[in-house]
């Protein structure tokens, strides 16, 4: 059972920068992918970015050149640096981790969510 922690939501104004950062307890034994997804009031979740065990990154159009995905193996963590941030850019954002095996089915592990505002 991994449980991920996540870190780093908060208050910013259009156009300012956020940092978030999820810790995995455990690096899984199998392929798998780490990322972001984002719900905001009254949508669905929604990809935000992630990031594959070799190293694939995969952005949703809307974040594409200002969100950077990247992780950080030796600690089990993966992060999401937003810049140029908009409005619509407010919502929870959830860590995922994907886990991918050859013969059960794949698995889906959540963070409990952190908030991000946006303020215009």
């Known amino acids: 059972q991994v449980q991920l922690v996540e870190s780093g939501g908060g208050v910013v104004q259009a156009g300012g920068s956020l940092r978030l950062s999820c810790r995995a307890s455990?690096?899984?034994?199998?392929?798998?992918?780490m990322g972001w997804y984002r719900q905001a009031l009254g949508k669905q979740r929604e990809l935000a970015a992630t990031i594959s065990s070799d190293g694939h990154l995969n952005y949703a159009d809307s974040v594409e050149g200002r969100f950077t995905v990247s992780r950080d193996n030796a600690k089990n963590t993966v992060y999401l640096q937003m810049a140029s941030l908009k409005p619509e850019d407010t919502a929870v954002y959830y860590c995922n981790v994907h886990i991918t095996y050859l013969i059960e089915s794949d698995q889906d592990y959540w963070g409990q969510g952190t908030q991000v505002t946006v303020s215009s």
């Open positions: 455990e690096r899984p034994t199998s392929t798998y992918t």
